[in-house]
């Protein structure tokens, strides 16, 4: 029994980190504001020759691909007065492993929130325990997130690109992620850049939201006691 209760604990722990990670990256993929930050900070518009109304849209219909709301996330848009569809056969096979990957991360938020909520109501409601070994769930499991988060901010200040091509190697099973930027508008779109800054700006918005958490978590108690006296 002893050894179930501390298996759950972990569990539960663990979920606060899936859950921060999952939901940045959840409010990031469905962000247009990220997207156009991207285009702009890029000059993607020169770069590809389509205007801002123009990649707004296409960021918009990636949105709905990603979410399952289109079947496809090839556009048709007008460049130098010719109609043209964006993405090659290759880059939608791509485009298609990505959208895998953030129905994955769509599934472990759902999930990690389902076993925090049934932890939270089991543990007080069932087992009758101390909402403060709660909060110091919370605490350790934001520890853990600082920690990890600290570890990849680290490794990718010194050594980014590596990282990068590791992660793809590890998540895609063809090399339909090796794009040539001289033609083909998903990397014009997305440059490296732009996925560099992404994981500074989530790494920085889940390090914040774990600190405030972990902060309120941790003092909680001592506000508690204190106002009993």
């Known amino acids: 029994m002893k050894v179930a209760k501390a298996v759950t604990y972990w569990i539960f722990i663990i979920c606060f980190l899936l859950l921060l990670v999952s939901s940045t990256i959840r409010c990031g993929v469905n962000s247009i504001h990220i ?21 707004s849209i296409v960021a918009k219909r990636l949105i709905d691909y990603f979410n399952s709301r289109v079947e496809t996330p090839q556009i048709t848009v007008i460049k130098n007065g010719e109609e043209i569809e964006l993405f090659h056969d290759y880059e939608i096979i791509h485009l298609r492993d990505v959208k895998n990957l953030f129905q994955v991360d769509y599934r472990v ?5 389902a076993y ?8 007080l409601l069932w087992r009758k325990g101390r909402w403060q070994d709660l909060t110091s769930g919370v605490t350790r499991g934001c520890i853990l997130t600082l920690i990890l988060i600290a570890m990849l901010g680290i490794a990718s200040i010194f050594n980014f690109e590596q990282i990068f091509i590791q992660f793809h190697l590890i998540s895609f099973d063809n090399p339909y992620w090796m794009l040539d930027p001289s033609k083909d508008y998903l990397i ?3 440059p490296e850049g732009f996925w560099k800054d992404i994981v500074f700006f989530g790494a920085g918005a889940i390090a914040l939201v774990a600190l ?18």
């Open 35 to 55: 997207y156009e930050y991207g285009f702009d900070k890029y000059n993607v518009s020169q770069v590809t020759g389509l205007n801002k109304t123009q990649l």
């Open 109 to 113: 938020q759902e999930m990690s929130l």
């Open 188 to 190: 014009m779109l997305f």
């Open 116 to 123: 925090i909520v049934a932890y939270v109501l089991l543990f």
């Open 212 to 229: 405030l958490l972990g902060s309120l978590a941790w003092a909680s108690p001592f506000v508690h006691k204190r106002h009993k006296r």
